[in-house]
């Protein structure tokens, strides 16, 4: 899902499409999509609002889908419909960095384990504070609150029903850092320099 405004990053700039390391966001999550083994198709959902995300989806060559931009749930439902997706959909924001494919293979089989229809990753919230990002939507589970991590798995046949799911607490990294802000975006590029410093001293 990559057609929000981005309003927290000022001025033009589409949220999909601020650098990370040198490669605009939507670029990274498309790429991890891409290494894992277990997802068939990619689309890419775009709105009137993110014209250069669009652009940037055409380019890696994936499915580029044009919702009405009437709010997230709406454009999942509009993307999921117009494309006819009748089985399990993964749904992705464009705004997680860390992303990769072999983390993507393990929630899908997380959610076929599950046998439900539909999954959720939450994150809890001491994982934001811990490292320093922000948490935007908090939700109660079990007498806990969580933020949404902006992975999710949906039975494409009932798009339009409310379904059962499977809740994933997840304090991994590649779950952990969505960026929501400019600041988020900084703490993320420094993680990653951290652990690779990291890496190359253990290494040495």
């Known amino acids: 899902m990559a057609g929000g405004k981005g309003t927290r990053f000022g001025g033009d700039t589409e949220k ?28 890419v959902a775009v709105t009137a609002y993110s014209p250069k995300t669009a652009q940037e989806a055409a380019k ?11 709010g997230y749930h709406a454009d999942v439902q509009q993307a999921v419909q117009d494309e006819n997706l009748t089985g399990p959909v993964l749904i992705i924001s464009a705004d997680i ?3 990769n494919g072999e983390f993507l293979d393990e929630i899908i089989e997380e959610y076929e384990e599950s046998g439900k229809p539909a999954l959720t990753v939450m994150i809890p919230e001491e994982a934001f504070r811990e490292y320093g990002l922000s948490a ?36 991994r990294p590649e779950a952990v850092f969505t960026v929501n ?3 988020d975006l900084e703490s993320a590029k420094n993680y990653l320099l951290r652990t690779k410093t990291d890496s190359k001293q253990n290494k040495d």
Request: charged share 30%; aromatic share 4%; no cysteine.
């Open 136 to 171: 935007v939507s908090l939700y109660e589970h079990e007498g806990k609150m969580y933020a949404v991590s902006g992975i999710n798995i949906i039975d494409g046949q009932r798009i339009l029903e409310e379904q059962e799911q499977e809740v994933i607490v997840s304090r």
């Open 16 to 43: 999909p499409m601020a650098k990370f390391m040198g490669k605009p966001l939507i670029k990274r999550v498309i790429e991890a999509t891409k290494e894992s083994k277990k997802i068939t198709g990619i689309y």
């Open 97 to 99: 960095p860390l992303l």
């Open 181 to 183: 802000s400019l600041k």
């Open 60 to 70: 890696a060559s994936v499915k580029v889908i044009e919702t009405d931009g009437q």
